[in-house]
Structures are given as C-alpha cells and as structure tokens.
C-alpha cells in the first residue's frame, strides 16, 4: 500500500519495554514512575467516577480545570493565561504536540527541531506534509547553537519546536536562550512549540524558563504540559496547551476531531488535586533531586559515566569504558545479558554523531528498584 510513514517503525519506547519483559530485565528505559500516584489523586478520581463524571466533557476541558491550570500558570510564571480561550486539556502532551503541528503547518512548509529530540514530533511534521529540519544540540552540553538554527530559517519555516528540560538529556534553556529565541523569531511568521512536560522537574536552584515569562514569545507560542509526569500518571494521558486566543482557536479545530475530549473523571481529579494541594509542583524538583542524587553516587561506583542532569528524570550515562557497541546495540546487550534496560538516544536524532555512546536511564523509580539495577551495572 501507498504509506505515509514509510520511515516510521514502533517507538523505540515500546521495543525496549518489550525487550525488558521479554528477559526479565529492570527497565529504566521507558519514562514513567513505578511509584503509586498521590493517594489523594486516586481518591479524587474514584469520587468523580461515582459522582457520575463518565460521559463526555467539554470539547476543551471541564471549566474548574482550566481554572485551576490558570491558577497554577499564575502562581508559577506570573502570567494568567484566560481559562476561557487560552487552555484547551489534552490526551497528553503528545494529543497537544500532533495538534499543534496540524493547527498551523501546512504542506510544503518546514519545522525546526533540534537533535535530539523526542520521537513524536517529526511524525507529525510528516503527516502534515511538512518537513522537518533537524539542527543538532551540541553533543556533550545539548545547548543548542542558535546561530545555526537562524540560518536554517526560509520563506517555508512556520515552527520551531524547543524542549526544556530536555529529553533525553535533562539540558535547561536559559534566560539568554529564550530572548534568542525571541530576537530569531520577530518579525517572523513563525510559530514556536515549546514542550514543557517536564517544567516542575528542575534542580539546584535553577529557574525553567517557561515561554510563558516572555511576553514576545507567548504571543507566538503553544506551551505544552502533562499532568503524567507531573503527578507520576503517565498511563492517564491527560495534559494541557496554553496558546493565545487565535491559536487556541485554531488548536481546538484539531483537537475536536482528533479526540473530540480527554478523558472526563480524571479532569476532575486533578481540578481538585491542583486546588487542595499547590505545594505538589514547588515540592517535585526536591523529589527527584534525592533521587537523581542517589543514582547518580551510585552510578559513580560502576563503569558508567554520569553526564549532569540539570532537569527531568533521565540521566545520560557514557558507556565507552564499558563497550564499543553502537548505542542500539548496547542497550539490547545491557537488557538481554545484563538485565538493566536503557534506551538509546540514537533513535532521537536525523543524524547521530558518529561515535556517540550514551544510554538514558530513568530514575523516577522505586529506591529499591535502581538499587537492583546498580547491582547488576556494578558487574559490567
Ligand atoms: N514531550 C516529551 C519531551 C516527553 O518526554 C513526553 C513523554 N515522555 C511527551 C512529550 C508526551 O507526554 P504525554 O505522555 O503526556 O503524551
Ligand atoms: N516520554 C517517555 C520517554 O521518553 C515515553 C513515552 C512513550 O512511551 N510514548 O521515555
């Protein structure tokens, strides 16, 4: 048959989660806690369930939960994006991410992405019948070179899609970063995804430069959150865009017959969770850094080198005293004869940078779970 994706194989999150339960291993592959989600979370959903909260929502998401999504964006950033025209709740940050793309980019026309970056995107650039361009994150800091992304702009370019804290690798853009962006972007009719998932997940101090903040970019930007990483529900696929009026307008076109609404009890626990306890997003960051902390000691004692993690909760580890295998073949070696799974990162880049050896691994886990892992990565 005449395909669309020809290039496109199954997410290499799926591969490697198959592989690890296929031998046994320990999967610090896939991003996603195995910690149970807030008690509170779990109460609040049953309760919306039984009071009868089981048919469909609005198209663009019950008002107390747009409401509540202000407020935070308030609390948080300083700016309160209106609830009524701006917000629009999602099935997830990648629902938001393939509506985005189709709200505004035609065919022909190009999207910016820097390498690497997360496998939803070129995707849907694809099925738009777009193209896009790939500028590569330098590849020991992942900063990005802006020089090259401004070169990289033509008459087609109508986004350029950022992520920070990054994944794979935990890189936060700054304040400099962002009025680059701002400066590259004006006067332009580019429009600017910027991909926060990972926004309440930041360490040593360090602000997460939300585009939110800049007046310049927020007039051009779809801001994209999830609640999955957030309240350690990833398997609930709820999460928000924040765009102004006429983009959420357009937005919304897509989303209405892409999923119509985003699943109804849940949009009701997190109304309330957001409201009874806004102490959750200031109280994250110190979360994982005890666990990145620990891990990171940890990996310290084995072969693996740990790379800085400045947000998220994956780390990077340089594997070259370990193994000459590429990155792919590395971490189906670590699964299937070590028994700890890590996901490569080649799969995020249009061009891999020859040599690389790094491997991501997931530390929104159990104590008990990277202790296991770290025993076995003691033996490499
Ligand atoms: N963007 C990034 C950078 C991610 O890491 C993820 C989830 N791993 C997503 C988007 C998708 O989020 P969701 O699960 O809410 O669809
Ligand atoms: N975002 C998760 C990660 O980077 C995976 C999500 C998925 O499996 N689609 O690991």
Redesign the pocket.
Known sequence: PQTKLPKVGTTI?TVMSQLAAEHGAINLG???PDFPVPQRLVDELDKAMRAGHNQYSMMTGIPALRRAIADKTERVYGVRPDENAEITV????????FNAIHAVVREGEEVIVLDP??D?YEPAIDLAGARAVHIPLDPVTFAPDWNQVRAAITPKTRMLMI?SP??PSGAMLGVDDMNTVADILRDTGIWLLS?E??EHIVFDGARHESALRYPELRERAFV?S????TYHC?GW???YCIAPPALSAEFRKVHQYNVFCTFHPAQHAFAAMIDAEPEHYEQLGAFYAAKRDRFREQLLQTKLKPLPVPG?YFQLVDYSAVSDLDDVEFCRWLTIEKGVTAIPLSPFYETPPAGQRLARLCFAKNDATMDAAIERLMRL
Request: hydrophobic share 30%; with cysteine; net charge neutral.
């Open positions: 999150f896939q991003g996603f999602t099935s997830g940050a990648t629902e938001a991410i970056c997360y939803c992520n990054h994944n991909d998932v990972y994209i999830s609640f999955g990483k990833t696929k709820v999460g998220g």
